[in-house]
């Protein structure tokens, strides 16, 4: 947690996403004075719990729950206003203030309505199983260099010039698509000179900004989305996303120096989950998975779809501890497998005989491996009042212990209900 050295934590997820990082963001980002986002767009969805009250939050960082903590979108971000505006005017309905402390760069690419049309309508987007919500389509444009930023927003003929050239490439994907859609350069442009006053109210130089705040010693949350197996270069390629959601994208989708982290937290789930298609060695059978999606409420905080759940895997966590440079782990959802009564621990994968612990690079050998296990008795008590780690039962305390040892890094929170008092911090 933040101290005197420590004053730039990144959170990211250490699994395929929805580990529990806008609850952790949300309890450490009291702490915090700002909370900035680096990556990922509207295809996040963190869940904060207040008392009785549920938000969940797709680009407004977790930390806005918290009155004094200034919060901002990174240059990373592709950013969809539409949505960010749905969703601050919900949380001034809910009663949180959130003037004068969002800020967005005025670098961030746009999700444009024709990113949104083309991850639609792609063959591609079905087959990963994407959310939906343009973010594959924007990346692509950005890194091709016709995107559009909240800058651009400025200069009418620019705008209108970039939008008929990100509407001419998205019509010609259309086409190739089969699809009898189209986007039009109008309605875009109808749609963004509604939205663009209320945007560059909020426009900022984040990186800046950041670095001034670092500079006078600000503490700085920088809140990943997705997960690391979600990475587009260290994920499950291809089913993953298009951004960098590893620690490494927190320094250039703010725009500070790698040097300005002083440490990075990895959340997991006490199990494991995944949204969309692509391989989860630990997966578990139908009947399992349903038992455990019930006990767990695994359905997706953006698109509403079931989870599939599988058991801890040590595998990948250690290689998420490894590309992040992970120096503590949160493990969250404990009180998830109060009722089972034996649980299993993925120790290592045998490939035609071999036992691996490194994460492959190829799917192909994933796909023929099978995870081995270590089991431990079910602890079968409930362990939501706990906050000490004396107070979980022995067998817990084992099972965690054993993923500390085989992940190697220690976990410093272990979180246990919904709710931000449900936490033991170690
Ligand atoms: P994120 O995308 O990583 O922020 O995670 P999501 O919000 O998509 O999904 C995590 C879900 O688990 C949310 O509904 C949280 O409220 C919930 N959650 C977080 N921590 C715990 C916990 O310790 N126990 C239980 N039962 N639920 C939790
Ligand atoms: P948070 O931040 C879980 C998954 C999608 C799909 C793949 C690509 O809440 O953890 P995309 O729309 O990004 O092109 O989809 O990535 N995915 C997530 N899965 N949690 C998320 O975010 C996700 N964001 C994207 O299901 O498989
Ligand atoms: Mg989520």
């Given at each position: 947690?933040?101290d005197?050295?420590?004053r730039?934590?990144?959170v990211?997820?250490?699994?395929?996403?929805d580990?529990?990082k806008?609850?952790?963001?949300?309890?450490?980002?009291?702490?915090?004075?700002?909370?900035v986002?680096y990556?990922?767009?509207?295809?996040?969805?963190?869940?904060?719990?207040?008392?009785?009250?549920?938000?969940?939050?797709?680009?407004?960082?977790s930390?806005?729950?918290?009155p004094?903590?200034?919060?901002?979108i990174?240059?990373?971000?592709?950013?969809?206003?539409?949505?960010?505006f749905?969703?601050v005017d919900?949380?001034?309905?809910?009663g949180?203030?959130?003037?004068?402390?969002?800020?967005?760069?005025?670098r961030?690419?746009l999700?444009?309505?024709?990113?949104?049309?083309?991850?639609?309508?792609s063959?591609?987007?079905?087959?990963?199983?994407?959310?939906?919500?343009?973010?594959?389509?924007?990346?692509?444009?950005?890194?091709?260099?016709r995107?559009?930023?909240?800058?651009?927003?400025?200069?009418?003929?620019?705008?209108r010039?970039?939008?008929?050239?990100?509407?001419?490439?998205?019509?010609?994907?259309?086409?190739?698509?089969?699809?009898?859609?189209?986007?039009?350069?109008?309605?875009t442009?109808e749609?963004?000179s509604?939205?663009?006053?209320?945007l560059?109210?909020?426009?900022?130089?984040?990186g800046l900004?950041?670095?001034?705040?670092?500079?006078?010693?600000?503490?700085?949350?920088?809140?990943?989305?997705?997960?690391?197996?979600?990475?587009v270069?260290?994920?499950?390629?291809?089913?993953?996303?298009s951004?960098?959601?590893?620690?490494?994208?927190a320094?250039?989708?703010v725009?500070?120096?790698?040097?300005?982290?002083d440490?990075?937290?990895?959340?997991?789930?006490?199990?494991?989950?995944?949204?969309?298609?692509?391989?989860?060695?630990?997966?578990?059978?139908?009947?399992?998975?349903?038992?455990?999606?019930?006990l767990?409420?695994?359905?997706?905080?953006?698109?509403?779809?079931?989870?599939?759940?599988?058991?801890?895997?040590?595998?990948?966590?250690?290689?998420?501890?490894?590309?992040?440079?992970?120096?503590?782990?949160?493990v969250?959802?404990?009180?998830?497998?109060?009722?089972?009564?034996?649980?299993?621990l993925?120790?290592?994968?045998?490939?035609e005989?071999e036992?691996v612990?490194?994460?492959?690079?190829?799917?192909?050998?994933?796909?023929?491996?099978?995870?081995?296990?270590?089991?431990f008795?079910?602890?079968?008590?409930?362990t939501?009042?706990?906050?000490?780690i004396?107070?979980?039962?022995?067998?817990?305390?084992?099972?965690?212990?054993?993923?500390?040892?085989?992940?190697?890094?220690?976990?410093?929170?272990?979180?246990?209900?919904?709710?931000?008092?449900?936490?033991?911090?170690?």
């Amino acid at each position: 947690m933040f101290d005197a050295k420590t004053r730039a934590i990144v959170v990211v997820g250490a699994q395929w996403g929805d580990e529990g990082k806008g609850k952790l963001v949300d309890v450490i980002a009291e702490r915090a004075d700002w909370v900035v986002r680096y990556q990922g767009g509207a295809n996040a969805g963190h869940t904060v719990h207040i008392g009785d009250h549920s938000t969940v939050l797709h680009q407004v960082p977790s930390g806005i729950l918290h009155p004094g903590v200034r919060c901002a979108i990174g240059n990373g971000v592709v950013l969809d206003p539409e949505t960010l505006f749905e969703e601050v005017d919900q949380l001034v309905k809910d009663g949180v203030d959130v003037s004068g402390r969002l800020y967005v760069s005025d670098r961030a690419h746009l999700v444009m309505p024709y990113h949104k049309l083309v991850d639609k309508e792609s063959s591609a987007s079905k087959a990963i199983g994407t959310t939906g919500r343009g973010i594959g389509p924007c990346y692509e444009d950005k890194i091709a260099r016709r995107g559009v930023r909240v800058l651009d927003l400025k200069h009418p003929a620019r705008l209108r010039a970039l939008v008929e050239k990100g509407t001419e490439h998205a019509n010609q994907l259309l086409v190739a698509f089969s699809s009898s859609k189209r986007a039009s350069v109008e309605h875009t442009l109808e749609v963004y000179s509604a939205l663009a006053p209320r945007l560059l109210g909020l426009s900022e130089d984040v990186g800046l900004a950041v670095h001034r705040a670092l500079k006078t010693g600000a503490a700085v949350l920088f809140e990943g989305a997705q997960g690391s197996l979600l990475d587009v270069d260290h994920g499950t390629y291809p089913f993953v996303t298009s951004s960098n959601t590893t620690a490494g994208g927190a320094a250039t989708g703010v725009g500070i120096s790698p040097r300005a982290l002083d440490e990075c937290i990895g959340v997991v789930k006490a199990y494991t989950t995944r949204v969309g298609s692509g391989p989860l060695p630990t997966e578990f059978d139908e009947a399992m998975g349903e038992r455990v999606r019930t006990l767990g409420n695994e359905y997706g905080a953006t698109t509403g779809r079931p989870r599939r759940c599988g058991w801890f895997d040590a595998v990948v966590v250690r290689y998420a501890v490894r590309v992040n440079g992970l120096s503590a782990l949160a493990v969250t959802k404990l009180d998830v497998l109060d009722t089972l009564e034996k649980i299993g621990l993925c120790t290592g994968y045998e490939i035609e005989g071999e036992v691996v612990t490194e994460f492959p690079g190829d799917l192909a050998e994933l796909e023929n491996i099978k995870p081995r296990y270590e089991w431990f008795e079910g602890w079968m008590k409930s362990t939501a009042d706990a906050r000490k780690i004396e107070a979980l039962p022995a067998q817990a305390r084992e099972y965690l212990d054993r993923i500390e040892a085989l992940v190697e890094s220690p976990i410093r929170y272990v979180s246990v209900g919904t709710r931000r008092e449900q936490i033991i911090g170690l």
